[in-house]
């Protein structure tokens, strides 16, 4: 629109006659407005008329949102020359250059001229907006007073009875149309002419079915294959999407195109073209659902039947769609009956009884589905509690029953609330209600159908199979990315269909295609929240850059922890810390920037913020607290990946640092996630802060009868053999405790890399105990082996002053 327009305005770089030329039209644009304001001011609107006013509306509000998408840069433009020129300089100042000033003197005037035709714009714009949704508001009073208007109850005799009387008159209304439409087409074309169209909607008819019996050769093939032959979820559901289309289009095609060459050759009058559009509606409706339902239910072809996967028997199926086709005609035929009380301007009463009907109907029709549903359940309760342990289907059916059973109370409380209306009078809600719900039933039909083709193309096939290996080649990512890729598509896809579904379900209540239309551009083009506008085009922008640009920091962290930092002197706590620190400025940044585009104001967002301080201090202080500890942990260092800690009880080394908790590997291979805030204000135990050394001690006990030289000889030599004991400083021995029973030693060193400390601790026992063990020196046995009569060595025997003590 704002392309065409500014195409319309001329060049580019004529300004004064661009704006004379919005001037001019702004004036037209107004003179429409005005007459619409007063055409809606009138009491006795129809919807049409009220349609009538909308179409005139519309294309002015479109034409003057892009002129003023037009023109506001312009004025911007204009506005950024004027600052860089600056005010007039004061009567103290030196004078400035004269075309300086006749510079701002122009510009002066063009910012005051476009700015005021701008305004003038904006305003109409707002007027134009005012009277659109005056608009809708009158169309919503109307359906509403339609719907709840108050006729005869169904249960008085008057309205069938004057229906009835009604009914010939009709008759004889449709036998004078028919022989005005005969006379009319007569004027118009020879008979041999009219059979020649006759002939060609004849020919339509057998090409349509032709191209249908085309089309559907896919379905014949697999009907063809053998019961049992096995068939992908993906070929079933795209089977019955075929079938779906191919039934729900042939016949309105057929009617569409036959009326369009019956008005291309002008043999229709106005009230035969008017009834023949509510003929394209009710085969449209007829057609639609019927084969919706035969695509889904497929009654007799089970292994067509998409409900298949969910368990569905062929009785059940059987049942729905007959039932369904039934419900379907009933209410294409009242849809064409209707066209033709309304052009024929039938009595009130006979449109009242139809309205009448079609809701009984409809009522007794959705009764005997749900008797026949609950006499099928209770059939199947017996054999499938008999055989649940061996049939497995019998799982899916129960939960097929399960899910007609939720079903059936709301659609029990619907049939009763639409024989309440009928029989206070309300027919048209009544109507309005058993119309509806059908309505919802094909859609939920199709709504299903929609998500097993989304699920069958995006997930079973991206997921697994050739399908997805080729896709994941094809787009150089790994096998996990395309089936995340599936989900996400697939996801979006349900929700698109869902809205849409639902739109279709409540979508005319009370409104017309100008109002979904203009719900559709404001989503589109842009809605405003506080003083900032946004438009789907700046939230995908924003989105995709979002992505894009955390992708790219990532990315970047990935770099320079990866292939940059290695290379450098720093150790490997740095450089995690840095790599950490880049990565969360870029996301950052890239957050930053993405909400600018969305054109939100960070100082208010920051207003915000401290708004919520106030709730994070009380509510979440515990996070904050762990952020800004990791924060710490990173800046000061005072833990690094890869150091060896012990805290609260858990020993093992360090390896991720967040800005929320800090992971550590245990020795046994656990990771234990430790809160950051922990680690700064409470005691933790860093074995490898400074360096890498470490002290081992190794007790060593002794009998009373060893030279406690030579043990200590011993001692620091099998130190001093191993090659991970530093020399400096040099192993020590301490002769620590003169037991009950052993002379107590310890020995310590400190190894060069405290990672091997029990390896080191190990091997240092193993030593000892081979080289006492090779000199003689006695190593006393744990006290409680006296109580199993076994003498200790290096303590005297107290014979029978101490008793018997084995006993």
Not at 41 to 55: K, M, Q, T, W
Not at 262 to 283: K, Y
Not at 540 to 552: C, K, Q, S, Y
């Amino acid at each position: 629109m704002a392309f065409l327009l500014a195409a319309s305005f001329g060049a580019a770089g004529a300004q004064e006659i661009d704006q004379s030329v919005f001037k001019s039209r702004l004036e037209g644009w107004r003179a429409i407005v005005d007459s619409v304001e007063a055409g809606l001011g009138r009491d006795d609107l129809s919807p049409i008329n009220l349609d009538e006013l909308r179409a005139r509306v519309d294309p002015v509000r479109g034409e003057l949102e892009a002129a003023i998408g037009l023109f506001d840069p312009r004025l911007s433009d204009l506005q950024k020359r004027m600052q860089e020129i600056g005010d007039k300089p004061g009567p103290d100042a030196p004078p400035e250059d004269p075309s300086i000033t006749q510079e701002r003197d122009q510009l002066a005037a063009r910012i005051t001229e476009l700015d005021a035709t701008l305004k003038q714009g904006r305003l109409l714009k707002v007027r134009a907006d005012q009277l659109a949704d005056r608009i809708t508001s009158r169309r919503r009073a109307i359906f509403t007073d339609t719907l709840l208007a108050s006729t005869n109850s169904v249960l008085d005799p008057d309205l069938w009875i004057t229906a009835a009387r009604s009914i010939p008159v009709e008759l004889r209304g449709i036998g004078y149309l028919l022989g005005d439409w005969s006379a009319y087409a007569n004027i118009r074309m020879r008979v041999s002419g009219q059979i020649a169209l006759t002939f060609g909607v004849i020919a339509i008819i057998i090409a349509v079915v032709l191209l249908r019996r085309a089309l559907r050769r896919p379905l014949r093939h697999f009907d063809r294959e053998p019961a049992d032959a096995p068939a992908s979820r993906l070929r079933v559901v795209s089977l019955a999407a075929l079938e779906a289309v191919v039934g729900a289009g042939a016949a309105p095609l057929a009617t569409a195109a036959s009326i369009a060459l019956l008005n291309a050759f002008d043999v229709l009058p106005p009230r035969i073209r008017e009834i023949s559009q509510g003929l394209l509606l009710a085969v449209t409706i007829a057609a639609v659902g019927v084969a919706l339902a035969y695509a889904v239910l497929a009654p007799d072809r089970p292994r067509r039947r998409v409900l298949l996967l969910a368990g569905m028997n062929d009785d059940i199926a059987r049942l729905l769609y007959r039932h369904t086709a039934a419900a379907v005609w009933i209410l294409a035929a009242v849809a064409f009956v209707s066209t033709l009380h309304r052009t024929l301007v039938a009595p009130l009463q006979l449109t009242v009884a139809t309205n009448a009907l079609l809701a009984l109907l409809l009522v007794a029709i959705a009764a005997r589905v749900l008797r026949a549903l609950g006499r099928a359940e209770d059939d199947e309760e017996a054999p499938a509690a008999a055989n649940a342990t061996t049939a497995e289907g019998n799982g899916e059916e129960a939960v097929v029953s399960s899910a007609l059973r939720w079903i059936r109370l709301p659609m029990w409380i619907l049939n009763a609330g639409v024989l309440g209306a009928l029989v206070a009078g309300y027919v048209n809600l009544a109507s309005f209600l058993a119309s509806r719900t059908l309505v919802a039933v094909v859609m939920a039909a199709t709504l299903y159908l929609v998500i097993a083709l989304i699920n069958a193309v995006f997930i079973d096939s991206l997921s697994q199979g050739p399908r997805a290996k080729w896709a994941a080649k094809t787009l150089g990512v790994r096998h996990g990315s395309v089936e995340l890729i599936g989900v996400l598509v697939a996801g979006f896809l349900k929700a698109v269909a869902i809205i849409i579904a639902c739109i279709m379900v409540v979508g005319t209540w009370g409104t017309s295609t100008a109002d979904l239309r203009d719900f559709v551009s404001r989503i589109t083009f842009g809605f405003t929240i506080g003083s900032s506008t946004i438009t789907l085009g700046d939230v995908f922008g924003a989105l995709v850059f979002l992505i894009i640009g955390i992708a790219v920091a990532r990315g970047i962290q990935r770099w320079v922890g990866a292939a940059l930092l290695p290379r450098t002197a720093l150790d490997p706590g740095l450089q995690n810390s840095i790599s950490t620190i880049i990565g969360y400025v870029g996301s950052i940044a890239v957050v930053a920037i993405a909400m600018g585009q969305l054109g939100l104001n960070l100082e208010n967002i920051a207003l915000v913020a401290g708004a919520l301080s106030v709730g994070i201090g009380f509510g979440l202080q515990s996070i904050v607290s762990n952020f800004v500890s990791g924060l710490i942990l990173l800046a000061e260092r005072p833990i690094r990946v890869g150091d060896m800690i012990l805290v609260k009880g858990e020993e093992g080394y360090v390896r991720r640092i967040s800005v929320r908790a800090t992971e550590i590997e245990t020795f046994d291979r656990a990771m234990v996630l430790i809160p950051n805030s922990d680690l700064i204000t409470g005691m933790v135990k860093n074995f490898t802060h400074a360096n890498t050394t470490g002290r081992v001690i190794v007790p060593v006990n002794v009998t009373y009868d060893s030279d406690p030289e030579e043990v200590r000889d011993i001692l620091i030599g099998c130190a001093c053999d191993h090659p991970q004991v530093l020399r400096s400083p040099p192993p020590r021995v301490f002769l620590m405790k003169f037991g009950d029973a052993s002379l107590q030693f310890e020995l310590r060193c400190v190894v060069a890399n405290v990672d091997y400390a029990l390896t080191v601790k190990s091997d240092l026992h193993f030593a000892v105990f081979d080289r006492l063990k090779a000199a003689k020196i006695g190593m006393p046995y744990t006290p409680w082996s006296i109580y199993r009569g076994q003498p200790i060595r290096g303590i005297p025997d107290l014979g029978d002053e101490a008793g018997d003590v084995s006993t």
